[in-house]
């Protein structure tokens, strides 16, 4: 059925269960990772709450395996997720 443009029906997503969020956190672990050690950034559209969260986690999860800080900012339409600037420590010389 056809639908004129302003009155197609909604996209409607459904949750991911635990196993496709555990699968999905492994696998864009991975990912995000890769493009920060290549790229220092990535970036990606996370416009639901649910996928804020689930690239957060990631985030969280790419900073544990680099053993480096990672810091993660959403807008609302995207999320960008990129190394934290370190602070400089007491042995730090200017």
């Given at each position: ?11 409607r997503?459904?949750?991911?269960d635990?196993?496709e ?14 493009h920060?050690?290549a ?10 709450p649910?996928?804020?969260d ?41």
């Amino acid at each position: 059925m056809t639908h004129p443009a302003d009155t197609q029906p909604a996209l409607r997503r459904t949750p991911l269960d635990a196993e496709e969020r555990a699968r999905a956190e492994m696998a864009f672990s991975q990912l995000v990772a890769g493009h920060l050690v290549a790229q220092g950034r990535f970036r990606i559209t996370a416009d639901s709450p649910e996928m804020v969260d689930l690239w957060q986690t990631v985030a969280r999860r790419v900073g544990e395996a680099l053993h480096r800080p990672v810091v993660s900012y959403a807008n609302g339409r995207d999320i960008v997720i990129t190394f934290a600037q370190e602070a400089p420590t007491l042995t730090t010389q200017a």
